[in-house]
Structure formats: structure tokens, C-alpha cells
């Protein structure tokens, strides 16, 4: 795609959905002027629109608000079981079962891996007062092989996954906290892990602001291990977003993520950009991220830019049935050879997970492919129903074109590259099915399978397949 023509369909299409956003917006305020409606006194606690600050979440102990959240595998248990003076105890018990086949794009005998983890992970926090608490969540993990063609070691692990310092409301509206936490953004399109950090945070009403440094693995995470981890981004990560929300589930945000890499390069990334996402009608939910990477990595100036926009109607009656439309880009480099990198290139830490109108996330852009958003289209359309409203069903489609030809698909968990003679990349269907209906308990189950299309031309007609479950039991 030519790059001018990318940059404009990226700012119509940013331009357009804010656009839409605020005269959404402004609809429902001529409504709620128009139609009296009961409000909170002022004696009463005010209706919060979110969490305090976008990446912390609702986590790390905190209380969760009566909205039944989609089921998120990485979510920190909350710890609310009173064990002593400030003392408080929780956490998750959870089994894990993932199988994938014809990874390699070979309808030979091929390698097929089958594992079973089961998970303990209990959560510590002591609240001294109503300034402090200090948070701690070690996870203990036992894979089984249950089938495995390559002969890999299942190695138990016994990680400290959270362990941190807050301190809060010492200035009414702020947060302060130290050591591993967890980072996260609406949509993981930047964050999904667990850094080492130091992050402050501050919220006045619909406003908020978060600043951080962060690292990953910056002290061992496996207690169970004597080497060190090697971590192959080994980024310092200097991270600045702004948040501001509006009508009843409105929000745009702006976010600068500076990340100077200090062990293998001397790669200095500089990503900037915009996040969006809401209700544009009466059952029309958006989003929209898109971003511009600038900087230089060995020698190289880096140009890249990345949009991903879409829409979910949600229809009245039964099984509430849905509807989504999505579209992701990420630019390519024409031209290796020259001294601009003009691939676009994700943070490195993201999970690129989400709902549609379901109550399970699962990656959206693809659970067998599973791209980074480098040199890469995607086209998404899916389908949805809740039988019930703690039961949903997912179906989704992937189709998939580079921006420029490639023997390379950053991300990938295919173990095979493309022949980089095509673009057309493939093709991949999802199932997903979620359940929170029995209290404490949440399930998941996909079905994936990945058609791979020209780009991989000696194998194109053999596909991969992933099938995996979770079953999680929360204690509080």
C-alpha cells in the first residue's frame, strides 16, 4: 500500500470515529437534559466511570464493582479473606489445557504438542491504613506433557508474578506504586505484562494521568531458577498516557511510550498515538487505536504507523445476538536496503486481547496466527450470541494480506515462514466460548484453525489447528 495513501485512510478513519463519538456524545447529553433522571446527592458516593487509572485495572486486590467483567486468564486475584490485624488472603486455583497440530504447515506426520498446567496462585495484601498496602501474588505452574512428537522439557515454575508497594489518596486522587505490577491498557494493544516499575498516578473526576518506568524482569521472576532470565526485548520502558472519559462509556486517551533498549541494541523506539473506544448508538460499540512509531534502531531511522478500528452492534431480543466489523494495519518496508525502517512495530509487551460482546476475551487478531501488528492487514468479521447472560459464543473470522512481501510474520506462532512471493498471507476461524455462570468459576474454550494462503505456496493447502481450555476457580 502506498505509504501518503495509508497516512490519509489512517487520519480519515481516526477523524471519522471521533467525529461519530461526539455527536454520540452529544446526543445523550440533549437526552439527559431533556428527560429527568435520578441523580446522586451529594451526601451519596459519585457513580465512577472506570478504574483510576487505565493500565492499573481493576486488580491488584482491589474490590471489583458489580459489572461482571469479561474473563481475563491474567487477571491478579483480589485477596479480601481477613486472616489477621490488616491481613488479607485470596486467590486462584486453575487447570489449563492447550493442544496445537501442523504448526509447521505439513500435512506429513508433524510436530503436535498437548499440555496440562495446573496453576495455584494465592494472593497476599496488608493494609496497615488507608494510605498504604503492599500486594503480593506468587504462581506456582506444573506443565504435564500429555503429547509431544519433540522431546521439551516441562519445567515447574514457582514465579513471583505481583509483588508491589501502593501508596494512595496521601493527595486525594493519586497513586504511587513500586515494584512488580501489572500493566495493561483497554485492548492490550500496548500492555499485558508484569514489570518492575515505578508509576504514578493521578485522577480528578473524568480526568487521569499516568506516568512510568518500567523494565521487564528487571529481578528474576522464576524463584525456582539459579541463571538469570534472558529477555530478549531488554527495553527500559518510559510511558506517559492521559485519559479522559466521557458521556456514560465514552473515553479517548493519549499515550507516549519511549523504550531505549539496553542489552542486545541500540534500538530507541518512540511510539505515540490515540485510543478510543465507546458507544456510538444504542447497542454500537467502537474502538479505535492508531499510533506512529518514530526513532532508530542500529543505524536505521524508524517511520511506521498502524491503525485498528471496529464496530460491534449488539441486537435487542433473545440470545442477544451481535455483529462485528474490524480492520488492522500495520505498515511494511518496501525497502530493506535503505537507511528508514518503515515497519510499524508494537510495543513488544501487548497481548492484543479483547471481547466483542461476549464475556471471555481471546486475541483478536487471530488465536493460531496470532500476529504483532508489523507489515500486516487484517480484515475481521464476527458473530455472537448469549444464550444466557453469563454464556457467550464467538465466531470470527481473520483474512490476512502484508503490506509488502516478506519471508517474515512478526508474532507468529506458526512454525514455518512464508516464501515472501505473495502477500496473501491466509485465512484463520475461531470459536470461543465463555462461562461465568456458577459463582467463583470461569471457563473458556477456543477452536482455531489457520488456512494458509499463497505466501506459503508448497504447503498452502495444509492448515494449523489449536484447541485449548481454562478452567479458573476464584477464592475471595
Same mark, same amino acid.
Given at each position: 500500500?502506498?505509504?501518503?495513501?495509508?497516512?490519509?485512510?489512517?487520519?480519515?478513519?481516526?477523524?471519522?470515529?471521533?467525529?461519530?463519538?461526539?455527536?454520540?456524545?452529544?446526543?445523550?447529553? $440533549?437526552?439527559?437534559? *431533556?428527560?429527568?433522571?435520578?441523580? +446522586?446527592?451529594?451526601?451519596?458516593?459519585?457513580?465512577?466511570?472506570?478504574?483510576?487509572?487505565?493500565?492499573?485495572?481493576?486488580?491488584?486486590?482491589?474490590?471489583?464493582?458489580?459489572?461482571?467483567?469479561?474473563?481475563?486468564?491474567?487477571?491478579?486475584?483480589?485477596?479480601?479473606?481477613?486472616?489477621?490485624?490488616?491481613?488479607?488472603?485470596?486467590?486462584?486455583?486453575?487447570?489449563?489445557?492447550?493442544?496445537?497440530?501442523?504448526?509447521?504447515?505439513?500435512?506429513?506426520?508433524?510436530? *503436535?504438542?498437548?499440555? #496440562?498446567?495446573?496453576?495455584?496462585?494465592?494472593?497476599?495484601?496488608?493494609?496497615? &491504613?488507608?494510605?498504604?498496602? #503492599?500486594?503480593?501474588?506468587?504462581?506456582? /505452574?506444573?506443565?504435564?506433557?500429555?503429547? /509431544?512428537?519433540?522431546?521439551?522439557?516441562?519445567?515447574? $515454575?514457582?514465579?513471583?508474578?505481583?509483588?508491589?508497594?501502593?501508596?494512595?489518596?496521601?493527595?486525594?486522587?493519586?497513586?504511587?506504586?513500586?515494584?512488580?505490577?501489572?500493566?495493561?491498557?483497554?485492548?492490550?494493544?500496548?500492555?499485558?505484562? &508484569?514489570?518492575?516499575?515505578?508509576?504514578?498516578?493521578?485522577? !480528578?473526576?473524568?480526568?487521569?494521568?499516568?506516568?512510568?518506568?518500567?523494565?521487564?524482569?528487571?529481578?528474576?521472576?522464576?524463584?525456582?531458577?539459579?541463571?538469570?532470565?534472558?529477555?530478549?526485548?531488554?527495553?527500559?520502558?518510559?510511558?506517559? !498516557?492521559?485519559?479522559?472519559? @466521557?458521556?456514560?462509556?465514552?473515553?479517548? =486517551?493519549?499515550?507516549?511510550?519511549?523504550?531505549?533498549?539496553?542489552?542486545? =541494541?541500540?534500538?530507541?523506539?518512540?511510539?505515540?498515538?490515540?485510543?478510543?473506544?465507546?458507544?456510538?448508538?444504542?447497542?454500537?460499540?467502537?474502538?479505535?487505536?492508531? $499510533?506512529?512509531?518514530?526513532?532508530?534502531?542500529?543505524?536505521?531511522?524508524?517511520?511506521?504507523?498502524?491503525?485498528?478500528?471496529?464496530?460491534?452492534?449488539?441486537?435487542?431480543?433473545?440470545?442477544? +445476538?451481535?455483529?462485528?466489523?474490524?480492520?488492522?494495519? =500495520?505498515?511494511?518496508?518496501?525497502?530493506? &536496503?535503505?537507511?528508514?525502517?518503515?515497519?510499524?512495530?508494537?510495543?513488544? @509487551?501487548?497481548?492484543?486481547?479483547?471481547?466483542? &460482546?461476549?464475556?471471555?476475551?481471546?486475541? !483478536?487478531?487471530?488465536?493460531?496466527?496470532?500476529?504483532?501488528?508489523?507489515?500486516?492487514?487484517?480484515?475481521?468479521?464476527?458473530?455472537?450470541?448469549?444464550?444466557?447472560?453469563?454464556?457467550?459464543?464467538?465466531?470470527?473470522?481473520?483474512?490476512?494480506?502484508?503490506?509488502?512481501?516478506?519471508?517474515?510474520?512478526?508474532?507468529?506462532?506458526?512454525?514455518?515462514?512464508?516464501?515472501?512471493?505473495?502477500?496473501?498471507?491466509?485465512?484463520?476461524?475461531?470459536?470461543?466460548?465463555?462461562?461465568?455462570?456458577?459463582?467463583?468459576?470461569?471457563?473458556?474454550?477456543?477452536?482455531?484453525?489457520?488456512?494458509?494462503?499463497?505466501?506459503?505456496?508448497?504447503?498452502?493447502?495444509?492448515?494449523?489447528?489449536?484447541?485449548?481450555?481454562?478452567?479458573?476457580?476464584?477464592?475471595?
Amino acid at each position: 500500500m502506498n505509504r501518503k495513501l495509508a497516512r490519509q485512510l489512517i487520519h480519515i478513519a481516526a477523524a471519522c470515529m471521533l467525529w461519530l463519538a461526539t455527536l454520540s456524545y452529544a446526543a445523550e447529553e $440533549a437526552i439527559d437534559r *431533556a428527560i429527568p433522571s435520578s441523580r +446522586p446527592s451529594s451526601s451519596e458516593s459519585p457513580i465512577t466511570n472506570g478504574p483510576i487509572l487505565p493500565t492499573y485495572g481493576q486488580s491488584n486486590g482491589q474490590p471489583a464493582s458489580s459489572i461482571l467483567e469479561p474473563f481475563d486468564p491474567n487477571a491478579p486475584p483480589r485477596a479480601t479473606i481477613p486472616i489477621g490485624p490488616n491481613l488479607f488472603v485470596g486467590g486462584y486455583t486453575s487447570l489449563e489445557g492447550e493442544t496445537n497440530r501442523h504448526y509447521d504447515l505439513s500435512s506429513t506426520f508433524s510436530k *503436535a504438542d498437548s499440555t #496440562l498446567t495446573p496453576i495455584f496462585a494465592p494472593a497476599f495484601a496488608y493494609e496497615p &491504613n488507608q494510605y498504604l498496602q #503492599l500486594y503480593v501474588n506468587p504462581v506456582l /505452574e506444573i506443565p504435564i506433557a500429555v503429547e /509431544e512428537i519433540e522431546d521439551r522439557s516441562q519445567t515447574t $515454575a514457582l514465579n513471583m508474578n505481583l509483588a508491589f508497594l501502593t501508596v494512595k489518596n496521601v493527595v486525594p486522587g493519586t497513586r504511587l506504586q513500586v515494584g512488580r505490577q501489572r500493566f495493561i491498557d483497554s485492548r492490550r494493544w500496548l500492555f499485558n505484562e &508484569n514489570m518492575d516499575a515505578i508509576r504514578l498516578g493521578y485522577q !480528578y473526576e473524568p480526568f487521569s494521568l499516568e506516568l512510568s518506568v518500567s523494565q521487564l524482569n528487571l529481578v528474576q521472576r522464576n524463584l525456582l531458577r539459579r541463571e538469570a532470565e534472558e529477555d530478549e526485548e531488554g527495553f527500559v520502558n518510559y510511558y506517559a !498516557y492521559a485519559d479522559y472519559k @466521557f458521556g456514560k462509556k465514552n473515553h479517548i =486517551g493519549l499515550f507516549a511510550l519511549y523504550q531505549d533498549q539496553q542489552r542486545l =541494541g541500540t534500538a530507541q523506539p518512540i511510539t505515540v498515538g490515540l485510543q478510543s473506544s465507546g458507544r456510538l448508538l444504542k447497542g454500537l460499540k467502537y474502538w479505535l487505536q492508531t $499510533a506512529a512509531v518514530r526513532g532508530s534502531d542500529g543505524g536505521q531511522r524508524i517511520r511506521g504507523e498502524a491503525i485498528d478500528v471496529g464496530l460491534t452492534q449488539a441486537f435487542d431480543g433473545a440470545w442477544e +445476538p451481535s455483529l462485528t466489523v474490524g480492520y488492522a494495519y =500495520g505498515t511494511g518496508d518496501s525497502n530493506p &536496503n535503505d537507511n528508514v525502517d518503515a515497519r510499524f512495530r508494537q510495543s513488544g @509487551f501487548q497481548g492484543n486481547s479483547d471481547k466483542f &460482546n461476549g464475556v471471555a476475551r481471546f486475541k !483478536y487478531y487471530g488465536e493460531v496466527l496470532d500476529p504483532r501488528l508489523t507489515n500486516l492487514m487484517v480484515f475481521t468479521g464476527g458473530v455472537g450470541i448469549k444464550p444466557f447472560s453469563k454464556t457467550s459464543f464467538d465466531l470470527v473470522y481473520h483474512y490476512y494480506l502484508q503490506d509488502h512481501v516478506s519471508t517474515r510474520i512478526r508474532g507468529s506462532d506458526l512454525d514455518t515462514d512464508p516464501t515472501g512471493l505473495s502477500k496473501h498471507i491466509g485465512s484463520e476461524v475461531d470459536l470461543v466460548v465463555g462461562y461465568q455462570g456458577i459463582p467463583h468459576l470461569q471457563t473458556k474454550f477456543v477452536l482455531g484453525y489457520f488456512f494458509p494462503g499463497k505466501a506459503f505456496t508448497e504447503t498452502w493447502h495444509d492448515g494449523a489447528l489449536l484447541a485449548s481450555i481454562l478452567f479458573r476457580y476464584n477464592f475471595y
